[in-house]
Every structure is written in C-alpha cells, then in structure tokens.
C-alpha cells in the first residue's frame, strides 16, 4: 500500500467505481477521504459482493453501492439472480451492474454473459438507474446487444479500454466513459487518444481498486485514494489541469448517479 498518496489540495473527486469489499474496506474508505475523495461507488459482482457492497455504504454517508453480475460470474445467474434483483430496485442500489462480456479470460460461457447481460440492461431501465458495463475484448458482442435491448438512459462503460473508434462508437449511443489507472500506463497511448476525443461530459474518472494500480504507484494495491493520480494522468491526457478534471468528473458522477454531497 503506498505511504506517498498524491496531494489534492481542495479539489474533490469521485472514484466512481472501486470493490472496497475486496480489499482495504474501513481503511481504504479513511485514506481516501484524507487524499480528498467525496465520495465512491463500491460495486458488486455477484450476490456476496454485492450485500457487502450495500453494507458498506449503509456504513458510510460517502460510499454507494452498484448491484450486478460480473460477466465473469454469469454461470451463476440462475443461482443468485433471485437474490440480486430484489437488492439490485432496493434504495440501497444506485446503480446496476458492472455487467456486460469478457470474452479476454470468458470465465463463464459467451451465451450465459449474454442473457446475464441482457437482465440487467432491462433492469437498468426498468428502474431508471445508471447501467455499468464491463467490455473487455467483446466491443462487437458489447455493441450488439445495447443496440438490440436500446441503450438506457445512463450508460458507463467502466474502465474503458478502447481506441478513438470505440469511444467514439459508445459516445454515439450516448454512453459515458469511465477512465482508469490504465490512461497512466505506457503503452496506453489509443487510449489516452480516445480521453482527449471525449466530451467534457461524457468523462469520468475511477480506480477499478484494487485492481490498475495507477503510475506511479504500480507493484502496489489499487484504493479509492490514487484516484487522485488517475485523474492528474488524465488530466495531461486531455491537456488540462487536475483541479479541472475533478471538477468535471465530479459533477458528471453527480448528474449520472444523482449523488450530490
């Protein structure tokens, strides 16, 4: 865990998507809001992940849960979809999933991350709450079933690892993009390209902690605290100045999650 947490000044972020239950919990929520972060999204994967993601927040005035099936565990729809709807149109929701293909590992079947997909994009709009989708190596499968099932109204494409053609392609349909660690990464320069296309309101800024351990700080655990040094790696993406990109992010995260502290 890293002892040299970038300063924030005054500035206030959100990191608008972050699995506390996973690692760090209590500790993680202190140390970020000490880095200056208002508040953070902790989202589930499955039925566990997402009663102690709702049980945190009911903890802590400045964690929200999101409730979803991680395409990774879409074999178990069957099992805990009974259980995770009722969570997923309760007030202790404010988001649903993340959800949506990973055909890059495809730890369930193609065709079960498509019905899992499916459930909870109609859930998303049934209850008119935000969608956040997780696309890794499946933008053509991604793509198809939003435009098949209608995009709901708040859509995010959560960790966005694409090229200018693909956000381009999520802009179109009226999706914001969510950017991670990853825009710090070397190799990443398609996807620092696709920051700068993004509208200023169609952006925002997360850790996926503690997973993408933003630079500098890789080789240690991801917390909701280095979204102050994803945001500055945005921020010279986009050719601007880090107390704009907390600004802009955090008033995006306020109008797609209707959270306003």
């Not at 760090?24 to 200056?36: D, L, S, T």
């Not at 293909?101 to 209850?127: G, M, N, V, W």
């Not at 280095?226 to 601007?240: S, Y």
Request: charged share 25%; proline share 6%.
């Amino acid at each position: 865990m890293p002892d040299d947490l970038p300063e924030s000044g005054a500035r206030r972020w959100v990191d608008s998507h972050c699995h506390l239950q996973l690692a760090g919990g209590e500790e993680h929520i202190v140390r970020a809001r000490a880095a200056g972060v208002d508040w953070m999204v902790c989202v589930g994967t499955d039925l566990e992940s997402s009663e102690s993601a709702t049980a945190l927040a009911d903890r802590h005035p400045d964690v929200y849960a999101a409730v979803g099936l991680h395409p990774h565990d879409a074999s178990k729809f069957a099992a805990e979809w009974p259980m995770l709807e009722p969570l997923a149109v309760s007030d202790a929701c404010i988001a649903i999933g993340e959800c949506g293909f990973d055909l890059f590992y495809e730890h369930s079947p193609r065709d079960e991350q498509e019905t899992a997909f499916r459930f909870q994009i109609r859930l998303a709009k049934h209850t008119h709450k935000p969608l956040v989708i997780h696309s890794r190596d499946a933008w053509d499968d991604t793509f198809r079933v939003l435009d098949d099932e209608g995009v709901p109204e708040r859509t995010i494409f959560h960790c966005f690892t694409g090229g200018p053609e693909e956000a381009a392609a999520a802009i179109e349909r009226g999706c914001y993009l969510s950017f991670s660690g990853i825009v710090s990464f070397k190799n990443a320069d398609a996807l620092r390209e696709a920051a700068r296309l993004t509208p200023g309101d169609r952006v925002l800024v997360e850790t996926d902690s503690p997973f993408l351990t933003p630079e500098p700080h890789r080789g240690t655990p991801n917390e909701p605290a280095l979204v102050v040094a994803v945001g500055a790696a945005l921020a010279r993406a986009r050719g601007a100045e880090a107390g704009e990109i907390a600004e802009l992010t955090r008033a995006n995260a306020v109008r797609i999650f209707g959270v306003d502290r």
